[in-house]
C-alpha cells in the first residue's frame, strides 16, 4: 500500500457510499465428518449473490501464519498496517467501555482474581466474578484510593474486568504488567520499563497497595492484576487520510472502540443485528463509509459449536437483502480473521473476502467459501490493501503521478 | 513477515515437530520433447500423497525474477529475509569447507591464477588447477606465509579455489576485492574500505606479496586474486526467534555451513538420502525443528541431465514413506530454488511448495508439480513466510494484538 501522505493527496470526497460488512471469525475449517467448511455447509444464498456479482478473494489480516486479535484485524480492515499501528490491552479495553482517554491518559486493563494466604494467585479470573459485585468493587475502590498528584478511575467491565485510568501530568505508559498470565504466583510488582516511568509505577504500586487491603477480606476477589499499560494511540484518521465521513454501526464495544481510534462516529448500535441493519438503513444519508460488524460468527466458533456457527453464517445471510436495497456504490463482506469451530480460537488462516461494485471487474467465483473465493480475482490480498481498493471502486481516488 | 522482535513474543515451545524437507533445485521447465516438466515426468507417488492431504502453492525465495544462490534460497526457508540477512562470498566457501570460522575472523575467497611478466592477468582460474596441486600450494603457503599478529591460513577448495582466513586481533572484514574480476589487467591491491581496516588491508596486502614470491616460479598458478572478505554473520538464531530446537540433516557442507548460522545442531548426516532419514528418525524425539537437504535434484538439474533429475526426484519420492511414518505433526515439502535441467543452472522461477499437517485447510491439489501447485491453497508465497506458516501450523505461535 502506499503511505497515507501520498493518499491524502489522491482521496477526494464524493456522494458514493462504502459499506464494510465484518462477519468477526468467518473463514473456517473443514468438518471432519462432511468435509465441509462451516460456510461451505450454511445456506448462502444472498451471499453467493454477492459473490456472483462481485470479485472474490482471500484476505491475509497479517501475513501469512500470524493470528490476529481482534484490533490488529479491524486496523488492517481499516487500512491500517496492523504491525505499525498497534493498541495496547489496556486502551482496547477502554475504548470498548467507552471511557473517555485523554492525551496524558494512562489506561491498564484489570482482573480481579483470587490469592491465597501466601499472595499465590489461584484463580486470575476470581470465577469469572459476577459483574453486580464487579461494580460494587470498582465503587468501593472510586471511593478510598488516593495517589498524590493522581487520579486513579476504576470503571466495571464484564465479569471480572475492569480498567484502571490514572490521570495527572508526567505519567508514561511505559509499566510493566503487574499479570504474571499464570496461576500459582504471586502478582508480579508494577516495574518502570523506562526512567521517565518510575513516577507512574510508583503511583501504580501504591493503587494496588491500598486496593489489597481494601480488598484483603472480601471473597473471592481479593486482588486486583493489571496489563497493558497504554496511552489514546494519536494514529491518523479516515477522515485524515481518505476524506471520509465514516461510521461504526457495532453491537460490541471492543469494535466500537478501534473504530473510534480511526475517527468513526460511533452510531447508537442496539442488541441484534436487525438493530444494526436498521441503524445503518437510518443513517445511510449521513455517512459515506459504514463498518457494521457482525459478532456471531466469531463467538460461535470460539465456542466450538459448527453448527452454531453455521447458523450464524444463516442468520447473517438473512440479513444481507435489506442491505443490498440500499446499493451501496462498494460493498465489502469479509471477517476480520478466521475463527475456524475446530479449533475454537482465532487463527492464521486466511480469509474469504468479497467486493462488489459497478467496476469491480467480476471473476468467475459464484460462492461465497474459502475454497471457491481462493479462485477468485483478488487473489490472495493483504487485508490493508481493501480499503484503497474499496476507495477506487467508489471512484474517490484520483490517479497517482502524472 | 512481521519483525522477529514480534514473533519472539509470540513463539511459544511445544512438544509438536516440524519437518521441512528440501529438495534442492525441485522446480523446472518442460522437456522440449514432452512438455513435461522433470516434476510431470517423475512416478511420484508418496508426493502426490502428501499433495492431496495438504496445502500447496508455489514459493518466491526472494522476489520475482530473482535467481537465489544456495545461501539465500535456504535463509529464506528458515524464515530470514535473505536480501537483509546475506553471507559474504568468504564466509560460504568457508563454510561450504567446514572450516572453523571464529568470532573474530575474516575470510575470503581466492581464486589461484596466472599472471604475466608485466603482472597482467592471463587466466583467473590459472586453467582450473588440478585438486592436488591446489593442496600442495595451500600446504606451502601455510608452512611460509607469516604476519605480525595476524595468523593466515590456506584452506584448498575444488581446482583453483582456496579460503584465506586470517585469525587475530582487531580485523576487520571492510577490505577490498584484489580481483578485478577480468583478465588483462593487475590484480587489484588490497585496500581498506574503511578506517578500522587499515592494519587487516595492510596484513593482506603483506600476504599477497609473500604468495607472489612463493608461488613466482610455478605455472600456470602463479598468483592469487581474493574476493569477499567477511566474517561469520551474527544473526538471530532459530532458538531465540522461535524457540525451536533445531537440527539440520544435510550432506553437503555448505547447507550445514548456513543452519548453522541460524543456530541448528548439525547432525552427522551421511553420505546419502538413506543416511539421513536415517538420521531423522535416530533423532526424531531429541529436536523439534528438522532441516532435511537432498542435493541430487539441483546436481543433476545444475548437469543439464533431464533424465537424471527425474530419477533423483524418484528416489526421494521412494524415501518419503520413512519420512511419513513419523507421523510429523507440520511437514513442508519444497526446494530452495528451481534448477531447471533446460537451463543447467539456478533460475528465478517459483518452486512448488507443500505443506501437511492437522489443521493445514487442505486444498483440492493432488499432485506436486509445478503446474498443479499454482493452484493450490497457499497462492505464490514468500518463501521466508513459510516458516511462520509452519509454526502457526504447529500450534506454536501465540494470538497477535489485543
Known amino acids: 500500500m502506499i503511505p497515507f501522505e501520498e493518499m491524502r493527496n489522491l482521496a477526494q470526497a464524493t456522494p458514493s457510499r462504502i459499506v464494510l460488512l465484518v462477519m468477526d471469525g468467518i473463514g473456517g475449517l473443514p468438518h471432519p465428518e462432511t468435509g465441509k467448511t462451516e460456510l461451505e455447509s450454511a445456506h448462502r444464498r444472498n451471499l453467493d449473490r454477492v459473490a456472483r456479482e462481485g470479485i472474490c478473494g482471500m484476505s491475509h489480516p497479517v501475513s501469512p501464519g500470524i493470528t490476529p486479535g481482534s484490533a490488529p484485524g479491524h486496523m488492517a480492515l481499516f487500512g491500517y498496517d496492523p504491525v505499525k499501528y498497534q493498541f495496547g490491552r489496556g486502551i482496547v479495553e477502554a475504548l470498548g467501555l467507552d471511557i473517555e482517554v485523554g492525551p496524558g491518559d494512562v489506561v491498564a486493563r484489570g482482573n480481579f482474581c483470587t490469592v491465597d494466604a501466601s499472595g499465590n ?52 505508559d511505559r509499566v510493566a504488567d503487574t499479570d504474571p498470565q499464570r496461576e500459582g504466583m504471586q502478582p508480579l510488582p ?115 459449536d459448527f453448527a452454531a456457527k453455521v447458523k450464524a453464517v444463516e442468520e447473517f445471510d438473512a440479513a444481507l437483502p435489506a442491505i443490498l436495497e440500499l446499493e451501496p456504490d462498494v460493498l465489502i463482506v469479509t471477517g476480520d480473521h478466521s475463527t475456524p469451530a475446530g479449533l475454537a480460537m482465532h487463527s492464521w488462516h486466511p480469509v474469504p473476502v468479497m467486493l462488489r461494485a459497478k467496476h469491480c471487474r467480476r471473476d468467475d467465483v459464484d460462492e461465497f467459501t474459502e475454497r471457491a473465493c481462493l479462485r477468485g480475482g483478488l487473489g490472495q490480498i493483504q487485508a490493508m490493501d481493501l480499503m484503497p481498493l474499496a476507495m477506487a471502486n467508489a471512484l474517490k481516488l484520483n490517479k497517482f503521478g502524472a
Open 121 to 172: 494467585i489461584t484463580d486470575r479470573r476470581a470465577g469469572r466474578l459476577a459483574t453486580a459485585i464487579n461494580h460494587e468493587l470498582c465503587d468501593l475502590m472510586n471511593a478510598h484510593v488516593r495517589v498524590a498528584g493522581v487520579q486513579a478511575g476504576f470503571f466495571p467491565g464484564k465479569e471480572h474486568r475492569f480498567v484502571l485510568r490514572l490521570r495527572g501530568k508526567g505519567l508514561s
Open 190 to 304: 508494577a516495574k518502570a520499563l523506562a526512567a521517565e516511568a518510575e513516577s507512574t509505577a510508583k503511583a501504580v504500586r501504591s493503587v494496588v497497595k491500598q486496593v489489597q487491603s481494601l480488598l484483603a477480606d472480601r471473597k473471592p476477589a481479593n486482588m486486583l492484576l493489571l496489563r497493558g499499560f497504554s496511552r489514546h494511540p494519536d494514529y491518523p484518521s479516515l477522515r485524515d487520510i481518505y476524506r471520509l465521513t465514516p461510521a461504526c454501526i457495532a453491537t460490541y464495544p471492543m469494535y466500537r472502540g478501534v473504530a473510534r481510534v480511526v475517527g468513526m462516529d460511533i452510531l447508537p448500535a442496539g442488541e441484534t443485528l436487525q438493530d444494526e441493519v436498521e441503524t445503518l438503513k437510518r443513517n445511510y444519508k449521513s455517512y459515506d463509509y459504514f463498518f457494521l460488524h457482525f459478532k456471531k460468527t466469531d463467538a460461535r466458533g470460539e465456542d466450538g
